[in-house]
């Protein structure tokens, strides 16, 4: 017998197959120890490369690598068995060709045996989502608001609010679908616009600041525990979990500082000794 969990993964194939049915529940992990916990929940775990503003305090998710997926992702695996693991593709790992992002991919499926890998972008991506797709990597999209662009955007704000804008929103949505992905985050969008695309392409959906009507919903996961410094409009925080541990982290300095831990309870007295030898 070969020596494989006997635990069966989701994988992007049951995930495809999901669509307009019961929603699909993702949420964002960078460690073993939360992915457990989210493992039991949710069809899909996602580390994000916010992990760059989480875990890293950068601005933006610019600079994070594929080096840091990869140990991120590792850890996520081994935290988890039952959800799809996707992990982010960060940016400048695949964006100057579709060998460029096949070779980023590949290690990416390689190094942490997650179940499939997601890039941001419409249109102009799915040509390389095709040739992934077609060559075993299962990929999800993510359009709307891109936060790997936010150089050229210029701010993180909603997408599909102005009068006319929404066509290439919906070009993005329909030409990911055909290039083969299993599904598309649709992040920060008009809510009718994320409805309708959600109406019209053939793949899942997931919403994050986009439309309950999605075929699933995302959040990072700090920012629904309520550790995160700012919440944005579409989060619903699930918890409050910043000042929590602040005060068990106070209480614990001033049980230093006043010499009250460790008490007698987390010390290690002398072992017995037999009188004689
Ligand atoms: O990096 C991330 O956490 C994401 C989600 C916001 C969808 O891409």
């Known amino acids: 017998m070969s020596i494989q969990s006997v635990t069966k993964r989701k994988t992007a194939p049951d995930i495809r197959a999901r669509k307009g049915g019961e929603p699909i529940v993702m949420l964002t992990s960078y460690h073993a120890r939360t992915a457990a916990l989210v493992d039991r929940y949710c069809d899909i775990i996602l580390v994000g490369d916010s992990l760059g503003n989480v875990m890293h305090g950068f601005e933006t998710t610019v600079p994070v690598t594929l080096e840091m997926m990869v140990l991120q992702g590792q850890a996520v695996m081994r935290g988890s068995q039952h959800a799809l693991v996707v992990v982010d593709m960060p940016f400048g ?136 410094p700012r919440t944005p409009k579409f989060v619903r925080r699930y918890g409050n979990l910043g000042p929590m541990i602040e005060a068990a982290i106070e209480s614990y300095a001033a049980d230093v500082r006043s010499r009250s831990f460790p008490g007698p309870e987390h010390v290690y007295g002398m072992k017995a000794q037999l009188s004689g030898h």
Request: charged fraction near 20%; glycine fraction near 10%; hydrophobic fraction near 40%.
């Open 93 to 228: 790992s695949y964006e100057s060709s579709k060998e460029q992002a096949f070779y980023s991919a590949a290690r990416i499926l390689k190094e942490t045996h997650c179940g499939a890998v997601k890039l941001e972008g419409g249109a102009r991506m799915a040509e390389t989502i095709a040739f992934l797709s077609e060559r075993g990597v299962p990929v999800m999209g993510h359009i709307g608001l891109t936060p790997q662009s936010i150089n050229t955007l210029g701010s993180f704000r909603a997408h599909g609010r102005e009068e006319g804008s929404w066509e290439p929103i919906e070009n993005d949505a329909k030409a990911i679908a055909q290039a083969g992905a299993f599904s598309v985050v649709i992040e920060a969008v008009a809510e009718p616009l994320a409805r309708k695309i959600t109406e019209t392409i053939a793949i899942p959906t997931i919403g994050i600041g986009a439309s309950a009507t999605c075929d699933g919903q995302v959040l990072v996961l700090d920012d629904m525990l309520g550790l995160s």
